[in-house]
């Protein structure tokens, strides 16, 4: 099974990354781009048959793919595809 | 007195902390791997040292937290042992929760390379007599800001638990190198203020050669704190 862990600085943190791709973005012209945040994309492939998947997850995002102090975590779980699929 | 340096895959100052003790402050020192499970029995101090462990992957010290013998490092912190996060070592600590807050990418984008100057803000084990002392310290660090939510920060001022703060040098150089809150370098952290974790390299600073014997003071600090327990 395949999920994705989105990982998003809190509102209240300051990004300075997010900050120099919207400066970027207005040298290109764009400078309706009134805010930019830059966050982290994770996929992990996760043997669904060796136990709870969720609960794996839980444990994942908490011990450590999300620092909570300066870090929001949003996961998505894709259903696993066909092994029949060509 | 006995101190140990610990070593996780990609420490590269703890070269420094071990010259600094060993030959300079004239401690007993010995090198503990990550692997290790267990510190020496007799040990007083233990050094996180600088340097970019597991490559900062994921996030500066997330990683190395679940090394081996951070269970042993927190068993000694809690008995109220003397730690000493340097750098990395500072952002191993936060990720552990061996202190709150969290370091992140310095504001203006940059690895920052040179002298600060810090002013000392409390008494403690690794600070003994030096309130109020400004230190020349170097940093060398792209993830060095400080940040906490309002009611930590308030909690951290209330106990006087910020150890360190950046100020000005009168150099034309910002005062604050990285946007860290509150001007934050170092934390004391622990039941007795027995864990310190601060940004700038005070190893980096124990001998007039290397341009500063600022740092020297902590390591002192720090040997007279464990003899007298």
Known sequence: MRARVYVTLKREVLDPQGEAVRKGLQSLGLAGVREVRVGKLIELEIDDTAGDVNEALRVAVEKLLVNPVIEDGRVEVEAAASTAAP | ?229
């Open chain 2, 1 to 229: 007195m006995l101190a140990a340096v610990l070593q996780f895959p990609g420490s590269n100052a703890d070269f420094d902390a071990f010259h600094t003790l060993s030959h300079v402050v004239g401690v007993r020192t010995q090198y503990v791997f990550h692997k290790e499970s267990a510190l020496p029995a007799d040990v007083d101090l233990v050094v996180l040292p600088g340097g970019f462990s597991y490559g900062d992957y994921l996030r500066c010290g997330a990683i190395a937290r679940f090394a081996n013998i951070m269970a042993a490092v927190r068993a000694h912190a809690d008995r109220g042992g003397l730690v000493l996060g340097i750098c990395n070592g500072f952002q191993i600590l936060t990720e552990a929760h061996l202190l709150p807050g969290a370091l992140t990418q310095n504001v203006n984008l940059r690895f920052e390379c040179r002298d600060v100057s810090v002013r000392v803000e409390v008494d403690g084990p690794f600070t003994q007599d030096l309130r109020g002392r400004t230190l020349r310290l170097p940093i060398a660090h792209a993830e060095g800001r400080y940040h906490a939510d309002a009611a930590t920060l308030d909690a951290l001022e209330r106990n006087r638990l910020v150890a360190f703060r950046y100020v000005d040098a009168g150099d034309g150089e910002a005062a604050n190198p990285n946007g860290s809150l509150h001007d934050i370098a170092g934390l004391y952290g622990g039941p007795k203020r027995n864990v310190l974790g601060l940004m700038p390299h005070p190893e980096r600073a124990s001998e007039s050669l290397l341009g500063s014997v600022d740092g020297r003071l902590l390591f002192q600090s720090a040997v007279r704190a464990a003899l007298a327990r």
